[in-house]
C-alpha cells in the first residue's frame, strides 16, 4: 500500500495538470502510470524532441515486448531499462494498453486541420 501511494503522489506531482482537470478524481490506475511516460514520451505518448521515440498507436504486443526486453537488457537502452524494471507485468499490461489505444501522429494528416491543441 506505502509504494503504491508513492506512485500515486509522484506522478500526480510530476503532472499536476492532471489534478486541474475536473476528472482528477475518477483517473483511473493506468491513466496515473501512463503519466509519468508522458514526462519523456509527450502528452499522449507523442514525442516532441529526437531523443525520445513516440509510443502512442503502437500495438499493445510492440510495447509490451519492448517493455519486457528493456528491463532484461535484451534490448539496449538509455533509460528505459531502469524504468521498465520498476513496472510490475500488471501495471506494464495497463500502460500498454493504454498507449496503444491512443492515436499515433501518423493519424494527423494534415497539421494544420489538428485542432486538438
Ligand atoms: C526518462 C525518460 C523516459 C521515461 C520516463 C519513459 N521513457 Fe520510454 N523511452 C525513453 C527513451 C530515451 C527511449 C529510447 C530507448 C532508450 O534509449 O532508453 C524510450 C523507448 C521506449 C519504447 C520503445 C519505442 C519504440 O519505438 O521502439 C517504449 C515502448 C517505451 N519507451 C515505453 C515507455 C513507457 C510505457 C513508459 C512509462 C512506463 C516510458 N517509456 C517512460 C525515455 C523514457
Known sequence: ????????????????????????????????LSNTC???HGPNGISH??????IAGLSKEYILESMHDFA???RPS?????IAKGYSDADIKAVAEYFSKLPSKAVVVNPAHDHKH
Do not use: E
Not at 508513492?6 to 486541474?20: C, G, K, R, W, Y
Not at 538509455?78 to 531502469?82: D, G, I, P
Open 78 to 82: 538509455t533509460v528505459m531499462q531502469r
Open 49 to 54: 524532441g529526437p531523443l525520445t521515440p513516440s
Open 1 to 32: 500500500m506505502k509504494r503504491t501511494n508513492l506512485i500515486l503522489i509522484s506522478t500526480l506531482f510530476a503532472s499536476s495538470f492532471f489534478i486541474n482537470t475536473a476528472h482528477a478524481d475518477v483517473i483511473d490506475r493506468a491513466t496515473i
Open 72 to 74: 532484461s537488457g535484451k
Open 38 to 40: 508522458a514526462g519523456c
